[in-house]
């Protein structure tokens, strides 16, 4: 098994407790306290995840308890006005040896964002506040040192990096445990390695994937599957031979991600009733795999239950993430293939305020959904759409509905 430990029932409501006390000490204010309990309680639904290090992870989305960058992410949430993001995705370099046929950085530009400019605005957005970061290709591995740069400047925080493996070597696996990378996730589409090595057209990518995890395990970080499964396989039971590939191999996430009708995909349409079923299906089983019922299996977390109404909504335009791809395209997320500015024109400051204004307010509505056709129907050859075509787009938006917990809790009035 994996050194971490997997918490339910009992022990885990008494972890909440505790966690609530050492709020209520922290803060000595009973409306912050009630908002943070209000906030951290819809975690309450995952599995809680005990780190050899003595922390916790309430949610994969949220920094291990009780880190200075848990309490960072907390401050940011309940104090600030207006809330600021706790994470980003940061795509370094598109360089990639994969032909995976939903990549949303197809239609991407090629050019990278100069090193020194790239790490001016990690910077940036690490003295801002955000605490959570996915860093990503492309393959990050392919341009390592662009990826230790950027490494270096965020040691420390809730830092995991999305790599297939491709360029593995145990000098650059080691690299990654010295500089504090909290976990590694890798592509895993399939139980089937003929079948996974058919999607990313790599033959061999399937065990790189399980071998490259298996070594990052070895050397102290946390593992997991990025996993993009079609409705049809979902429905027809998919969910469950993941996730048994993936206890056999030891993970302690995997994340479930919708296939969504951008970047390689754009325009692409899905049938709407099979993709209702499959987001119940996917739903039940977020749940089931978070219960004491399947206490050793790795913890899944599913998009469509983590941005359902009933947790946090949609979550992207700086609500609680956003993206910046590898040219530096600032965009809402990694699947809305719109930019608020690019890093090379204007000033993080800039786009993230214009992005903060389309996005005012957390919203029920998947916005890479809701808005996909619209997109569709302006994008070209290239994406993300630039500002220019933007901004016209957006002016057009119709507000969403407020997400409950945030509405309830009184965080974006």
């Known amino acids: 098994m994996s050194a971490s430990r997997f918490i339910t029932g009992f022990w885990k409501l008494l972890f909440y407790v505790r966690m609530s006390l050492v709020c209520a000490w922290r ?31 309430l949610d994969f989305y949220m920094p291990r308890y009780p880190s200075k960058a848990f309490f960072t992410a907390m401050e940011d949430k309940v104090l600030r006005k207006p809330p600021r993001p706790v994470s980003v995705v940061l795509s370094i370099t598109k360089a990639c040896a994969y032909k995976c046929p939903h990549c949303y950085q197809r239609k991407d530009a090629p050019q990278e964002l100069p090193l020194p400019l790239l790490l001016e605005n990690v910077h940036k957005m690490r003295d801002f506040g955000i605490v959570a970061w996915a860093v990503e290709g ?22 995991w990096v999305n790599s297939t493996g491709h360029s593995a070597t145990p ?11 909290t976990g590694v996730m890798s592509s895993i589409h399939s139980v089937t390695p003929e079948e996974h090595d058919r999607f990313t057209g790599m033959p061999g990518s399937w065990q790189r994937a399980l071998d490259f995890l298996h070594d990052c395990q070895q050397a102290g970080m946390l593992i997991g599957f990025n996993t993009v499964l079609t409705d049809r396989q979902i429905v027809d039971g998919g969910i469950d031979g993941i996730m048994a590939l ?24 899905f049938d709407s009733n099979l993709a209702q ?18 206490k050793h299996a790795p913890v899944l977390t599913a998009q469509v239950f983590e941005e359902s109404p009933e947790m946090l909504g949609c979550c992207c335009g700086g609500i609680d993430r956003f993206y910046v791809g590898a040219s530096g395209e600032v965009q809402p997320c990694e699947f809305v293939n719109i930019s608020f500015g ?35 129907a302006h994008a070209g050859d290239h994406l993300p759409l630039p500002w220019s075509e ?3 787009l957006v002016q057009n938006w119709k507000p969403g509905t407020p997400t409950r917990v945030y509405e309830s809790i009184g965080l974006y009035k």
């Open 342 to 376: 690019n890093l090379q024109e204007v000033s993080f400051e800039t786009a993230y305020d214009r992005m903060r204004q389309c996005f005012a307010v957390p919203c029920e509505e998947w916005t890479c959904c809701l808005h996909a056709m619209e997109i569709a």
């Open 390 to 392: 933007t901004e016209k």
């Open 171 to 181: 000098e650059k696996i080691a690299r990654l445990a010295e500089l504090k990378v």
């Open 277 to 294: 079923e499959a987001i119940r299906v996917a739903k039940a089983a977020q749940i089931r795999y978070n219960s004491s019922s399947e």
């Open 27 to 57: 803060y000595r204010s009973i409306s912050v306290l009630l908002k943070a309990s209000r906030f951290t309680g819809i975690f309450f639904k995952h599995k809680l995840v005990k780190l050899p290090s003595g922390e916790y992870k």
């Open 246 to 269: 993936a206890k056999a191999n030891h993970c302690d996430y995997i994340q479930l991600i919708h296939p969504k009708a951008c970047g390689a995909w754009m325009g692409k349409e």
């Open 138 to 159: 492309g393959e990050p591995l392919l341009r390592f040192q662009r990826l230790e740069a950027v490494l270096n400047e965020i040691s420390g925080l809730e830092v």
